[in-house]
């Protein structure tokens, strides 16, 4: 199981206690996505390559 929290990425997020979970990092972006989406006010777009890649050092495998 993977798993990225919110308040794991930064001063921005630090209230949010939101943790997106997945078997694959596919399923993992799929929940985390809409939740930025809904929560964070950013726009689907804005989920690129490059923001992904930034925030994949702070997913956490167990």
């Known amino acids: 199981m993977l798993s990225l929290a919110c ?3 930064g ?4 209230e949010c206690d939101y ?3 997945g078997m ?4 993992l ?5 809409e939740h930025i ?3 964070h006010g950013m726009k689907i777009e804005d989920i ?4 992904k890649h930034y925030y ?4 956490k495998h167990s």
């Open 48 to 51: 690129t390559p490059q923001f």
């Open 19 to 21: 943790v997106a979970r």
């Open 56 to 59: 994949k050092q702070y997913i």
């Open 24 to 27: 694959t990092e596919e399923e």
């Open 11 to 14: 001063a921005k997020v630090i």
């Open 29 to 33: 972006w799929k929940d985390g996505t």
């Open 37 to 39: 989406v809904k929560v």
């Open 7 to 9: 308040r794991d990425t």
